[in-house]
């Protein structure tokens, strides 16, 4: 995986009224490539979330736990990070930067980024944000890339 931001998942009309969007922020750690922070947009709130268990709220540092706006809530469970999105999106983050999504099975198909449409079929995961399928991982992480984090 390369230094850079990318769209994990999201959902894929922004205008669904549980629409969110996840990114990973990959660093360098020990010369390798590491996923060193999340960046959550969801409604009106912009939730970062670092390995070391730093988390900030619409810019503003904030500490763990975190309910935000009623519809999500930040805690920490068995040394990782969680974000909850009300009945949709649970997020973690573990300090060694791996990362878990979870989505019900009702989102399925309708989401899109660089791990796919979480309907259990491989095959149809490597697209880009145009929808069209490419040749394999690495075009598709460069087609993920968030144009609005990435120089």
Request: glycine share 8%.
């Given at each position: 995986?390369?230094?850079?931001?990318?769209?994990?998942?999201?959902?894929?009309?922004?205008?669904?009224?549980?629409?969110?969007?996840?990114?990973?922020?990959?660093?360098?750690?020990?010369?390798?490539?590491?996923?060193?922070?999340?960046?959550?947009?969801?409604?009106?709130?912009?939730?970062?979330?670092?390995?070391?268990?730093?988390?900030w709220?619409?810019?503003?540092?904030?500490?763990?736990?975190?309910?935000?706006?009623?519809q999500?809530?930040?805690?920490e469970?068995?040394?990782?990070?969680?974000?909850?999105?009300?009945?949709?999106?649970?997020?973690?983050?573990?300090?060694?930067g791996?990362?878990?999504?979870t989505?019900?099975?009702?989102?399925?198909?309708?989401?899109?980024?660089?791990?796919?449409?979480?309907?259990?079929?491989?095959?149809?995961?490597?697209?880009?944000?145009?929808?069209?399928?490419?040749?394999?991982?690495?075009?598709?992480?460069?087609?993920?890339?968030?144009?609005?984090?990435?120089?």
């Open positions: 995986m390369a230094i850079g931001n990318y769209v994990v998942t999201s959902l894929c009309n922004p205008g669904h009224p549980q629409w969110f969007r996840l990114l990973v922020d990959v660093g360098e750690v020990e010369d390798r490539p590491v996923v060193v922070a999340l960046h959550f947009f969801g409604g009106s709130s912009f939730i970062t979330i670092k390995r070391d268990k730093k988390i709220v619409n810019g503003v540092p904030a500490s763990i736990p975190a309910e935000i706006s009623g999500l809530t930040v805690y469970s068995e040394n990782t990070v969680w974000l909850s999105q009300k009945s949709a999106v649970l997020i973690g983050l573990s300090p060694a791996e990362v878990t999504v989505v019900p099975k009702e989102m399925s198909k309708l989401l899109c980024g660089l791990c796919g449409n979480y309907d259990a079929d491989a095959a149809n995961d490597l697209r880009g944000p145009d929808g069209g399928l490419v040749a394999n991982m690495a075009a598709a992480m460069k087609a993920w890339r968030a144009p609005d984090f990435t120089h």
